[in-house]
Every structure is written in structure tokens, then in C-alpha cells.
T-cell receptor, first 111, second 112 residues
């Protein structure tokens, strides 16, 4: 089945740690995105990539980093510089003329 | 710039009531328009879409018509169910190479 997979579903981070969220798609999509969603809120764009080896900052990139070494993969690292990382993180992808497809999300909690 | 404005929630209705969630957009050219639904603890799923003026998207009893003259794409359902309780996002894409822009979401709660 084609789709977009995020892992893990739940992630706990200690203060001062970096953590990496995985996002993989087998839809052959060029574009991939990371969003942050806080409780009861909408989506805020962190980073996006429209082609391999290239990515752009979204509205709230500070404290986050990404890489796009393969078309299928777009991992997000939440660094210790992100002071309030507890949130629900969503990865998405789309092709040239398709709608966006979303993963099931990763819930990150700072402990 | 390109943007989407949707009705603020939360919206609370009784089962079998008629639903309208308003969505208007600002965009150059002829964007594609979408409605997504998010159930608790999950990612977003495409509910319906329309790619040109006067197109009507429909799915699971929901409908939305692309109105270029009013730059709107309002979501409607004739008789809602408790299982429709979710957050609904309106979105647009103004070209095949552009990213998708989302509205702020509208939380819908249906009372039995």
C-alpha cells in the first residue's frame, strides 16, 4: 500500500536532548512538509522540501532542523534550542498535481 | 498573498442538524480547493476537493462548491452524525508546483 509513515507514534524527550522524528513516503512525491500542531490549534509549517537536497524554512523553523537526502525520507530533528517542543508533529507529502497526504503523527512530550 | 480564512469554532450541533462551515480564499489565478478532516489523535485525511470554478466536491454526505465569484468553498452536510465530530480544515493550492495552504481549522462537535 502506498502511503506516508511517521515513527514513532509517541516520543518522550528529556530537557536538553535532541530527538529525530522519522517520515517516509512511497508515493513518489517530490514535496514533503513538517507541521506542528498544539492542542486545539491549527497547523504551523516548520520546514518543507520540494526536491531532494533542498529545503526551506516555514513559519516556525527555529529550534528544528531537517535533511532531504532521499526522495522518500524527510526526518525532522527537534534540537535542544526548541524551548517548548511538546506538541503533535505531522508530516505530509504531495505530488505535482495531487492533494497532500498526511502521516498519522508523532506526539512529542518533554519529561 | 494567498490565504484561506475559515469559520472559527467550535461549532456544536445536534445530531441530524444541517451543517455549514464557511471558507473563503485569496489567491491569484485558479487554485485547487480542498477540505480535510482530522479525527482525534490522527493525521489529516482528504474529505473532498474541487479543481475549477463551479466544480462540486462530495464525499460521505459532505459537499462543497467552488465559487469563484465569491471566492468561497463552504462545506455543507444535510444531516450530521455524532461520528462527524472532528476538526475540519479548508485548504488551497494555487499552482501544481506550489505548497498547499491551510486554514486555521474548525472544531465540530455533534451532540446525540
Amino acid at each position: 500500500d502506498g502511503g506516508i509513515t511517521q515513527s514513532p507514534k509517541y516520543l518522550f524527550r528529556k530537557e536538553g536532548q535532541n530527538v529525530t522524528l522519522s517520515c517516509e513516503q512511497n508515493l513518489n512525491h517530490d514535496a514533503m512538509y513538517w507541521y506542528r500542531q498544539d492542542p486545539g490549534q491549527g497547523l504551523r509549517l516548520i520546514y518543507y522540501s520540494q526536491i531532494v537536497n533542498d529545503f526551506q524554512k516555514g513559519d516556525i523553523a527555529e529550534g528544528y532542523s531537517v535533511s532531504r537526502e532521499k526522495k522518500e525520507s524527510f526526518p525532522l530533528t527537534v534540537t535542544s534550542a526548541q524551548k517548548n517542543p511538546t506538541a503533535f508533529y505531522l508530516c505530509a507529502s504531495n505530488g505535482m498535481n495531487t492533494e497532500a497526504f498526511f502521516g498519522q503523527g508523532t506526539r512529542l512530550t518533554v519529561v | 498573498g494567498n490565504s484561506v480564512t475559515q469559520m472559527e469554532g467550535p461549532v456544536t450541533l445536534s445530531e441530524e442538524a444541517f451543517l455549514t462551515i464557511n471558507c473563503t480564499y485569496t489567491a491569484t489565478g485558479y487554485p485547487s480547493l480542498f477540505w480535510y478532516v482530522q479525527y482525534p489523535g490522527e493525521g489529516l485525511q482528504l474529505l473532498l476537493k474541487a479543481t475549477k470554478a463551479d466544480d462540486k466536491g462530495s464525499n460521505k454526505g459532505f459537499e462543497a462548491t467552488y465559487r469563484k465569484e465569491t471566492t468561497s468553498f463552504h462545506l455543507e452536510k444535510g444531516s450530521v452524525q455524532v461520528s462527524d465530530s472532528a476538526v475540519y480544515f479548508c485548504a488551497l493550492r494555487y499552482s501544481s508546483a506550489s505548497k498547499i495552504i491551510f486554514g486555521s481549522g474548525t472544531r465540530l462537535s455533534i451532540r446525540p
